[in-house]
């Protein structure tokens, strides 16, 4: 069983930065391959980031690319996701979400634990 929570969303302007955290209960974070989505209004939430349990090789949406980075500190058992060049599009309520799957799951059906979420919020 793993427990999630969000932090660390906001409202910001464009071409700022911010950096959510998720922090995990449990005592098997480090096998749990980790992964970020994000859901606007009137949207299915969509992936945002997946970072593999070991060697913590991560992957990307293409929206996001160049301009987030997600990574995990398994000892402190978080992960995290630094966004940068924020854009009015990125708006949503970001989620974080484990998989007991390796590799880099991409669907929300192959994760079984979510965070409550975090609104992140970026004016022009």
């Known amino acids: 069983q793993v427990q999630l929570v969000e932090s660390g969303g906001g409202l910001v302007q464009a071409g700022a930065s911010l950096r959510l955290s998720c922090a995990a209960s449990?005592?098997?974070?480090?096998?749990?391959?980790m992964g970020w989505f994000r859901q606007a209004p009137g949207k299915e939430r969509e992936l945002v980031a997946v970072i593999s349990w070991s060697p913590r090789s991560t992957v990307y949406a293409e929206s996001v690319k160049g301009r987030f980075a997600m990574s995990r500190d398994n000892a402190k058992n978080a992960a995290y996701l630094q966004m940068n060049s924020l854009k009015p599009e990125d708006t949503a309520v970001y989620y974080c979400?484990?998989?007991?799957?390796?590799?880099?799951?991409?669907?929300?059906?192959?994760?079984?634990?979510w965070g409550q979420g975090t609104q992140v919020t970026v004016s022009s």
């Open positions: 449990g005592r098997t974070f480090d096998r749990y391959t």
């Open positions: 979400a484990a998989s007991p799957r390796g590799g880099w799951p991409r669907s929300r059906a192959e994760y079984d634990y």
